[in-house]
């Protein structure tokens, strides 16, 4: 194998491959990154077994060949050097990369068939959409995996709506966008996919297209496929918990005033052992007062309001609603009944965007 190609495309599309690529002592060869020249194109093929990446671009091949290595050493090199053109190219059991030299894997059980047809097309999507969504939702995530059907973004297909559903059992986040599905269908994509997906399409500038094969879904962009397996356990019944709601009590906050107070006490709220991030919230006449305290601080930020409904005190956390607050873009609502029952927080003019979050025990 022998080719040549641009240093900085070599180095993006390293630095991709190595947020999929893990360590696998079961099978070594699948934390390798499999590089084929062929003809005037190079593909670029990785997988960690539940997440499938192939990237293909042109280059000058001066040889055809395959070869499987891992990146990671590699990639640290390249990005000192100053050519403009890398040249990599094999001979035996070695890769050759400018002036150094790296060990190959032996590529006779690299998995086969990583790129699978899409049975049907479910969306087309812009990146920055498709981004933006993950993003506005993924915080409330559960991150651990102990518990695999809230590690995930749920994704709604619809013909009229695409909306992306994430909680982690103390709150949940509800986000409707006017992208459109051919098909209608629901899918759990776990955390994990979602955060590598992001990082892939954050600066792309053509559609995506989302597909499916199976328990697969399949990502594809410009030369670019990108495959993760779904999570097929079931994810909780949200629709109870968005519909239906009445409230008593609504408070509408300046969003810049009331973010900036939110960041405030979290500063202190994060250091107390007793309740970590938990903040007393008392909404009294036309103002909220935001309290927490530690071993270390105490901090107390008044806040006006718009209050309909009787004066009342919860505790929340506080970093969880901050979380929230930093993706609007307006004013902020936060209705609820009482200390003990649960919290629906948004924002003006967008009943599209909802955050539904539990109380923590209030304490005097």
């Known amino acids: 194998m022998n080719f040549n190609i641009r240093k900085n495309d070599l180095v993006e599309i390293f630095s991709e491959f190595i947020n999929i690529l893990k360590d696998n002592p ?40 395959v070869v499987i290595f891992k990146p990671n050493l590699a990639l640290e090199y390249i990005k ?56 506005k939702t993924k915080f409330s995530v559960a991150p651990s995996t102990e518990n695999l059907a809230i590690n995930c973004i749920r994704i709604l297909f619809r013909d009229d709506r695409i909306s992306f559903v994430s909680t982690d059992s103390y709150r949940l986040t509800y986000l409707k966008t006017d992208n459109t599905a051919f098909l209608n269908k629901d899918f759990s994509i776990p955390l994990e996919s979602v955060n590598i997906l992001c990082k892939l399409i954050k600066d792309l500038n053509e559609d995506i297209t989302i597909s499916l094969n199976g328990e697969n879904l399949i990502f594809t962009w410009n030369n670019t496929y990108f495959l993760t397996k779904v999570t097929t356990l079931p994810f909780p019944n949200f629709d109870a918990i968005l519909c239906g709601n009445s409230f008593s009590k609504e408070m509408e906050f300046n969003y810049n005033d009331f973010k900036s107070s939110l960041k405030k006490v979290l500063t202190v709220a994060r250091t107390s052992n007793e309740s970590k991030n938990g903040a007393i919230l008392d909404f009294k006449g036309k103002k909220l007062s935001i309290s927490a305290s530690s071993g ?9 309001m718009i209050k309909i409904g009787e004066d009342f005190k919860c505790s929340l956390n506080i970093k969880f609603l901050f979380e929230f607050v930093e993706n609007l873009n307006n004013n902020v609502f936060i ?6 029952a649960m919290f629906e927080i948004t924002e003006r003019d967008n009943s599209s ?10 304490r005097d």
Do not use: R, W
Not at 91 to 109: G, Q, Y
């Open 296 to 304: 270390k601080a105490k901090i107390n930020q008044k806040v006006d």
């Open 353 to 362: 965007y909802k955050y539904i979050l539990m109380p923590l025990a209030l």
């Open 335 to 340: 209705k609820g009944n009482s200390s003990s």
């Open 26 to 65: 079961v099978k070594p060869i699948i934390s390798g990154l499999k590089i084929e020249s062929n003809n005037g194109k190079v593909t670029f093929t990785g997988t960690n077994l539940d997440i499938n990446y192939i990237k293909t671009i042109e280059c000058e091949t001066l040889e055809n060949g």
């Open 80 to 135: 000192l050097l100053d050519d403009e053109v890398i040249t990599l190219s094999s001979k035996n059991d070695i890769l050759s990369i400018h002036l150094a030299e790296f060990t190959l894997l032996f590529n006779d059980n690299f998995p086969e068939n990583l790129k699978l047809p899409a049975v049907e097309d479910i969306a087309k999507i812009s990146p920055q959409d498709l981004y933006k969504s993950f993003e």
